[in-house]
C-alpha cells in the first residue's frame, strides 16, 4: 500500500518506496495473522478457509514468526541494497518485543494467549513504525 500512495502522489515508481513499504507490510500481515489464528478454531468449525485452518494452528503460529523475522530481515538486506539509509537499522532496537511476541505466539494454547498476541503484535508494528519513520527522517538530517 506504501508503494501504490507513493505513485499516486509523485507519478512514478521509486524502489526506496518499494523497500519502505516492505518491512511495514510484513507486520500489518502478521496483525491479520493473528486475528486468524486467534479464530482458528471457530474458523474451523465453519469450514472458513483461513491459512491455519488449510495448513493448521502450528503454521500460523509459526507464519507469524516468519513474518515478523521478514520485516527486521527486509530492512537488513534493503540497507544493504542501498534502497534504505544506513540508519534504518535502528529498527533492530525494537527486536526484544519482536522476540518476546514470537516466544508467546509459538508456545501458546489457549485463545486469550492469542488475543495477547494481538495487542502485542500492534503494539510492535507501532513502535516499529514510529522507530522506522524517525529513523528515515533522522537520515534525512545528517
Known amino acids: 500500500m506504501t508503494w501504490g500512495s507513493y505513485y499516486v502522489q509523485i507519478h512514478h515508481w521509486s524502489w526506496s518506496a518499494f ?5 511495514v507490510g510484513f507486520l500489518v500481515t502478521s496483525i ?3 486475528n486468524n489464528v486467534r479464530d482458528y478454531q ?3 468449525a465453519v469450514n472458513k478457509k483461513t491459512l491455519p ?3 493448521g494452528l502450528t503454521f500460523g503460529q509459526r507464519f507469524h514468526a516468519a513474518l515478523l523475522l521478514g520485516s527486521y530481515l527486509s530492512t537488513t538486506i534493503f540497507v544493504i541494497a542501498h534502497l534504505l539509509p544506513w540508519t534504518c537499522l535502528l529498527v533492530w532496537l525494537t527486536f526484544p518485543l ?3 511476541n514470537i516466544r508467546s505466539v509459538l508456545y501458546a494454547t489457549e485463545r486469550l494467549a492469542f488475543i495477547k498476541g494481538i495487542k502485542k503484535t500492534s503494539q510492535l508494528h507501532l513502535v ?4 522506522f519513520a ?3 527522517l533522522l537520515a534525512a538530517l545528517i
Open 128 to 131: 516499529f513504525g514510529v522507530v
Open 19 to 23: 523497500a519502505a513499504s516492505v518491512p
Open 42 to 44: 471457530d474458523d474451523l
Open 98 to 100: 519482536a522476540f518476546i
Open 134 to 136: 524517525a529513523s528515515i
Open 53 to 55: 485452518v488449510r495448513f
Open 32 to 34: 491479520l495473522n493473528m
